[in-house]
């Protein structure tokens, strides 16, 4: 969809024609590959070579695809409403009612760390505080549907139920404690002076071509700058997936060593595993004796937190401010995992 299209073509049925088609490819994705690799190239997707080019191919239009529908649709949200309002919103009823709101949001959105990263950059632009879009960008992946089913299928509805609340309780102490600190210098410029903010200058209301226009060209900046880092990202992740053995961690992290939840938390990260992938190896190593608290971590660390991500969000946060993000959610995890170990 392009700005010629839709001077061409009825608005409303450019629109509708582009929403079908995109749901229409995000819906396909996964099936698309396993036909092409699997039944036209007749790769076998169970191996590692097949399993990582999956993954990266599937992975990446996912993220692609996710990361242009939504900052369209995110574009048009912002070009639409007052902002003003909603920030105004936020601030008069405090700093724990915005947390609590990006934690209900980000525990109801499917998204894996990687997924996440639009909405946090629509967010930021749009003005939220940034504690509340940094809670939201650990609440989302954390706190996987996906997660919390297998894990209560796995291993009891009641250990699911911890672990939705300690991940919603991570996200909410670290959101509160970095919004103690003045970290918005640390986001990247370019997020905060998109197309759409100027838009809106000087109580302009702009028209509903002006709103998509608008949201096209922020759409296509942010694709422009990030695109790369996700092919690169992602393909980290995939030459990572599915090549670790199960007994590597049993030999590493196992009951007798005492840093085992730390390093059970770091060894999860380069997994960029979301919760299907993960939680049956964490239910395979709790089956071999390792403690529920390093389990949790694990899983936790490879739901959480990813490589891929790193690289992604390093495009919208300046060093220091990324190195302290992921400190703080590695730190919360780690923390998780002791008390699980503790009282489980």
Request: aromatic content about 10%; glycine content about 12%; proline content about 4%.
């Amino acid at each position: 969809m392009n700005s010629r299209a839709l001077r061409t073509t009825p608005l409303w049925l450019t629109l509708a024609g582009a929403a079908s088609a995109w749901i229409g490819a995000y819906a396909a994705n996964g099936s698309f590959w396993n036909w092409l690799l699997g039944d036209i190239f007749g790769m076998n997707l169970e191996a590692r070579l097949g399993s990582s080019i999956h993954f990266f191919l599937y992975d990446t239009v996912k993220i692609l695809l996710l990361l242009t529908g939504l900052m369209f649709v995110i574009g048009m949200l912002r070009a639409s409403l007052d902002l003003t309002r909603a920030r105004e919103f936020l601030e008069g009823r405090g700093l724990g009612v915005g947390l609590t709101l990006a934690v209900v949001l980000g525990v109801v959105t499917p998204f894996c760390s990687c997924s996440s990263i639009p909405l946090f950059i629509g967010f930021v632009a749009a003005g939220i505080p940034l504690a509340i879009t940094l809670t939201f960008l650990i609440a989302s992946p954390l706190v996987s549907e996906t997660a919390a089913i297998l894990i209560a299928a796995q291993f009891g509805v009641g250990i699911a139920a911890a672990y939705v609340l300690a991940g919603s309780l991570i996200a909410l102490g670290v959101g509160w404690i970095l919004s103690r600190f003045k970290l918005d210098h640390l986001v990247e410029d370019s997020v905060r002076g998109m197309a759409i903010g100027k838009l809106r200058a000087d109580g302009h209301v702009p028209t509903l071509r002006e709103r998509v226009d608008a949201a096209l060209d922020e759409s296509r900046e942010i694709f422009t700058k990030v695109w790369m880092w996700v092919l690169l990202g992602v393909g980290i992740g995939a030459a990572i997936h599915g090549w670790v053995p199960a007994d590597f961690f049993a030999r590493h992290v196992g009951p007798d060593n005492p840093f085992g939840v730390p390093l059970a938390t770091l060894i999860g990260v380069p997994l960029y595993a979301n919760g299907g992938g993960v939680v049956p190896i964490g239910e395979a190593l709790w089956a071999k004796g390792m403690p529920l608290g390093t389990v949790m971590a694990l899983m936790m660390g490879a739901i959480a937190l990813s490589i891929p991500e790193a690289i992604m969000l390093r495009k919208v946060m300046k060093p220091k401010l990324l190195a302290i993000f992921f400190g703080a959610v590695t730190a919360g995890i780690i923390l998780v995992g002791y008390l699980f170990n503790v009282f489980a």
